[in-house]
């Protein structure tokens, strides 16, 4: 076991009095009355979740009460992934379960909804299920049915909820880009799919820039013939705004409707999300009924513990999963919290402020988020979010141990605290945390219930404390459906399954600890292999960005010379002394092997429209490919954080 892996006195440990509240300890009274199963611990349980798959995920459903209109003749089929099937026979609709809304009156607050652009707008209940079945009035005169899709150019804000759920209840197909997405970004995703109804705003507000998207509205709709309706939602400027042969959001939901469901099969398609798109078209990834409700439910009672009483507020976009991640807390009794703006600005108290004036009581995050907390302390306002908040998430990439720490100094031992990993593909995490389990520092505590993870050496042979491919050996319900348009699955099959079959490869290095912790070194398509040794990106950024002079890194190893290079963005300037304290810190937290050869000063690090470093496409740059070879620039947030790459592969290779 390497250094990175080595467990240390935990952070956090579960208290005795408060694990036995936890909805994972009701929901294993549960299986002991319903099933007559007992389990001696977490690493049990997830043993049989992975090993009587039929068994636990039948025990979801029925757990959760999910209404279903047809009960399954199978739970699982036999073969070999991805022909498995699930829940064969059974009818549902996601949007039934959803707004349920188990544990809320009608006068409760479902939704709470904040942002930079128009005043704060709350949502009851009752209020929510009005205007979905509103939506869904206007959707049917419209024409939208079964399978038409229909797409929202939204930002985080409650409309997209209402028209997402008024979608499902048709069981036609949702989808969504944030307004930050320029037309080119947009089009590369919702010319896929072909939708007959696009919802779009006018424009919004990031902080304090205004952003118009009136010229971009124009440009997706040109460019999508298949349009039958645009619905303008007014946002940036309600006043003034005004999209030619466009119907109005009041329009759509000016008539009262009857809150009706239509029952669909198990993987019916509920919604299509996309991949980044970096080097090529983004994949449509179908997601299905069933698969998510199952999955979302399970992941946000039994490993967040969320339930009624809750606020759960996860910062992100509409373009990113944890959108729909987030929507789905309504299915377990949480109101959830919206929020539409720059969670840094004006500072780094705005998220907490959030938390605190919405009674948040789970905030989730990203890494890059928590480690720019570390560097630009919000004292005042994590303590004002400090007395209702009671657990916290963090994903978007590995958070480095320090992020760890600095959360439990400022929150303290009672706030239960958890790092996942999943993605887009299964729109969940398969390594998080659990409230019957401890909590160390920069690692994942477990693997998820019903993810059946491991770590498999070149042999295609799972291993214990040593790096290797993160896999899955067993399916998931909510593993898509399919791609959108790859008629005969081949697409699909290539993407994770053509490597080992029968076998889902995901693309990260993982160490499964003997412990039954995890840890995330980086993506095996970005990995460093440096004199024949692998080394995973995410270590290096946990070291060097701990540096409080270093605000973002990035690290490339070129193959034919074997060189490595770290890249920094620094607060203050660049010398001898800071280049000699980063390689001392690789050498002594890591390896000499991880000492770069040269270390160099940029002005930003390049980041796909989610917020994920650019690494590949950098590495190409720098061997002479040019920019618009290397990455699709749509899918960049700052796609002129390349140009100093460009410069420096030109005066490297005139150099040499």
Excluded at 409 to 421: D, H, K, T, V
Aim: aromatic letters at 8%; hydrophobic letters at 45%; charged letters at 20%.
């Amino acid at each position: 076991m390497n250094s990175t892996t080595r467990p240390h006195e935990p952070l956090w440990e579960p208290a005795t009095d408060t694990r036995s509240q936890t909805r994972i300890a009701d929901y294993l009274a549960w299986l002991g009355h319903r099933r007559k199963l007992a389990f001696t611990d977490y690493q049990d349980l997830w043993q049989w979740s992975v090993t009587d798959m039929a068994a636990f995920w039948s025990s979801i459903p029925e757990y959760f009460e999910i209404p279903l209109h047809a009960p399954p003749t199978e739970i699982l089929s036999a073969g070999a992934m991805p022909e498995v099937r699930w829940f064969e026979g059974a009818t549902l609709n996601y949007a039934e379960a959803v707004l349920r809304l188990p544990g809320m009156g009608d006068t409760d607050i479902a939704i709470v909804g904040r942002s930079q652009t128009r005043a704060a707008d709350d949502y009851t209940a009752a209020h929510l299920r009005d205007q979905v079945a509103r939506a869904r009035q206007g959707l049917l005169r419209l024409g939208v049915g079964r399978g038409d899709r229909v797409a929202a150019y939204l930002p985080n804000v409650a409309e997209a909820v209402v028209l997402l759920l008024a979608a499902a209840s048709l069981g036609s197909v949702f989808s969504s880009c944030p307004p930050e997405f320029g037309a080119e970004a947009a089009l590369d995703r919702l010319r896929q799919i072909e939708p007959k109804v696009l919802v779009v705003v006018d424009g919004y507000r990031y902080g304090s820039k205004a952003v118009d998207r009136i010229g971009d509205v124009a440009a997706i709709r040109a460019g999508l013939p298949c349009l039958e309706h645009v619905v303008l939602l007014p946002y940036l400027d309600p006043e003034t705004v005004a999209v030619p042969e466009s119907t109005a959001w009041a329009d759509l939901v000016c008539e009262p409707g009857e809150l009706v469901f239509d029952p669909v099969p198990f993987d019916h398609p509920l919604y299509v999300l996309y991949s980044s798109g970096t080097t090529g078209a983004p994949k449509a990834i179908v997601h299905g009924h069933g698969g998510i409700l199952l999955e979302h439910v399970k992941a946000l009672a039994l490993h967040h513990d969320l339930g009624a009483d809750d606020r759960f507020l996860w910062y992100t976009t509409t373009g990113w999963m944890m959108w729909n991640y987030l929507v789905s807390g309504l299915a377990v009794g949480a109101s959830i919290v919206l929020f539409d703006g720059n969670p840094a600005a004006p500072s780094a108290d705005t998220l907490w402020e959030l938390a605190a004036e919405t009674e948040t009581t789970y905030l989730g995050t990203s890494a890059p988020f928590l480690m720019h907390c570390v560097q630009h302390e919000p004292a005042h306002a994590v303590a004002a979010a400090q007395p209702r908040l009671r657990g916290m998430g963090s994903t978007g990439a590995p958070l480095p141990p320090e992020g760890f720490r600095w959360v439990r100094e400022r929150f303290g031992p009672n706030l239960y605290f958890s790092s996942i990993a999943g993605g887009t593909d299964v729109c969940s995490a398969f390594l998080g945390g659990s409230p019957m389990l401890p909590v160390y520092a920069g690692q994942f505590a477990c693997r998820s219930l019903g993810a059946a993870v491991e770590s498999y050496d070149s042999d295609g042979q799972p291993v214990h404390d040593i790096q290797g491919e993160l896999v899955l050996t067993r399916p998931m319900p909510s593993m898509p459906v399919g791609f959108w348009g790859d008629t005969d699955g081949s697409r699909y099959r290539a993407a994770y399954f053509e490597d080992i079959p029968g076998v889902w490869r995901h693309g990260d290095w993982v160490t499964i600890t003997s412990v039954g912790t995890a840890v995330i070194a980086g993506r095996s398509d970005a990995t460093l292999n440096r004199g024949g040794v692998r080394l995973g990106t995410a270590e290096f950024y946990t070291v060097v960005e701990a540096l409080p002079e270093v605000r973002d890194s990035l690290v490339v190893h070129l193959d034919g010379t074997d060189e490595l290079i770290v890249f920094v963005v620094l607060d203050l300037g660049f010398d001898a002394e800071l280049a000699d304290r980063i390689r001392g810190a690789l050498r002594t937290a890591l390896s000499p092997r991880h000492v770069p050869d040269t270390i160099h000063e940029v002005p930003a690090i390049p980041r796909t429209l989610s917020g994920k470093k650019v690494e590949v496409p950098v590495k190409k740059i720098l061997t002479g490919v040019a920019p618009a070879a290397a990455v699709k620039l749509a899918t960049l947030a700052n796609p002129e954080a390349l140009e100093p790459f460009v410069r420096f592969a030109a005066v490297r290779a005139y150099s040499r």
